[in-house]
């Protein structure tokens, strides 16, 4: 049996409490294929910082860097801060050191769900949107002190180094995505190139790097209107780049097409490390209800299993991400849960429930 480390981090408030039925729900579906995960929880985020004055000790950084892949749910609070005011997001030190370059926030609708929008043709939305994570305008987010009393400043800084990474990273997807019927064989470039001259620049190396892949479409649009298109027309899109704040901004839009943060995945990916995670946060306003949707945990254990198939060339992973993904879409594809966040009154245990029922064939 293959077995490879995850090192698990259940972070702050909600991420805690979609941690555990994650994990059973991804080592279910491993066992069934031959795989064995074995996990290590290590703490840290914000609770972890008001307990020990430490919110991710370097042993534990070095713990997680040691793993196979780190699969990591929320992390901050918005009452415990460092003393300078900002916000405790050890995920934030990993994508920056471990250089986790490609944010993957794939935007892929679940049936029986009442949502917005869905292609006409297919009945379900599938993109993904590629967001780099560790620079843009998010290169210097914090100690970088700039700002005097009457200006106020931020620098977007991109580099071609991780720039062409990116962009290699998004042609390869959308070529892996074509090979399996999934993708339009497209990437469209997301920028601001007629206003910041970074952005002009990122779309000339989007460009240089387009030509070594002339199997695949190369596109641009504009931030401003990829924001209305998400909104008329979502099913143009098929892989799309783009810098650090945009995806932010435009990941969270992808995620309201699923249905809600608590069903939007995630994998921050770099050339020897990965990071799972789902999109949301903390959400301090539902911790302790049972409210919490667990699917975007458990989607992101389905990207980490696909990660650590690929990267090791390990079948029984492969297609544990699938059992995964085809439990998840029969649960939801009885109709008979709608989470909370969609005016539903499924919870965290009638969601993973659901999954965990499909996944080990007993409806
Ligand atoms: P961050 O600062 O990282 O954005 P946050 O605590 O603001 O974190 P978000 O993820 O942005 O949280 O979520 C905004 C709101 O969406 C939450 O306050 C919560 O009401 C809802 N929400 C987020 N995740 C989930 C989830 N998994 N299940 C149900 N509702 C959620
Ligand atoms: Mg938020």
Redesign the pocket.
């Known amino acids: 049996m293959t077995t490879f480390s995850v090192a698990v981090m259940p972070g702050d408030?909600?991420g805690k409490e979609?941690t555990p039925p994650a994990l059973e729900l991804v080592q279910e579906a491993a066992n069934q294929c031959g795989v064995e995960i074995s996990f290590t929880e290590i703490p840290a985020g914000a609770e972890f910082y008001a307990e020990t004055g430490d919110a991710f000790p370097e042993s534990h950084f070095q713990e997680a860097k040691a793993a196979d892949a780190i699969f990591l749910s929320?992390m901050?609070h918005p009452d415990i801060r460092y003393p300078d005011g900002t916000e405790i997001g050890p995920q934030h030190d990993l994508r920056k050191r471990l250089q986790l370059y490609a944010g993957m926030r794939p935007c892929k609708t679940l049936p029986g769900l009442p949502l917005p929008l869905k292609d006409p043709r297919s009945n379900e939305l599938d993109f993904v949107i590629v967001r780099e994570s560790i620079e843009g305008l998010f290169a210097f987010p914090r100690g970088h002190e700039l700002d005097d009393e009457e200006y106020a400043h931020n620098l977007m800084r991109i580099s071609r180094t991780i720039s062409d990474k990116l962009f290699n990273f998004s042609f390869k997807l959308a070529q892996q995505r074509q090979k399996k019927g999934k993708g339009k064989n497209l990437v469209t470039h997301i920028d601001k190139a007629n206003v910041l001259s970074s952005q002009h620049r990122a779309r000339q190396w989007f460009y240089g790097v387009a030509e070594q892949y002339p199997d695949v479409e190369a596109s641009h649009q504009y931030v401003d209107f990829a924001a209305l298109d998400l909104l008329r027309r979502p099913w143009v899109f098929d892989v799309m780049p783009t810098e650090n704040q945009y995806g932010d901004i435009l990941s969270d839009i992808a995620a309201g097409l699923m249905g809600?943060?608590?069903m939007a995945p995630s994998g921050e990916i770099g050339d020897t490390h990965a990071v799972f995670q789902?999109?949301?946060?903390?959400?301090?306003?539902?911790v302790g209800q049972g409210?919490?949707?667990p699917t975007?945990m458990i989607l992101s254990g389905k990207m980490m299993l696909e990660y650590l198939g690929e990267k090791h060339g390990c079948e029984g992973a492969l297609l544990a991400a699938e059992r995964l993904e085809a439990a998840v879409e029969a649960a939801y594809g009885t109709g008979n849960i709608v989470?909370?966040?969609l005016g539903g009154c499924a919870g965290l245990k009638q969601i993973s429930g659901a999954i965990a029922n499909k996944l080990s064939g007993v409806i």
Do not use: L, Q, R
């Open positions: 408030g909600i979609v929320a901050g809600g943060m608590g789902p999109c949301h946060g903390s959400a301090p306003d539902i409210k919490a949707n975007a989470p909370f966040e």
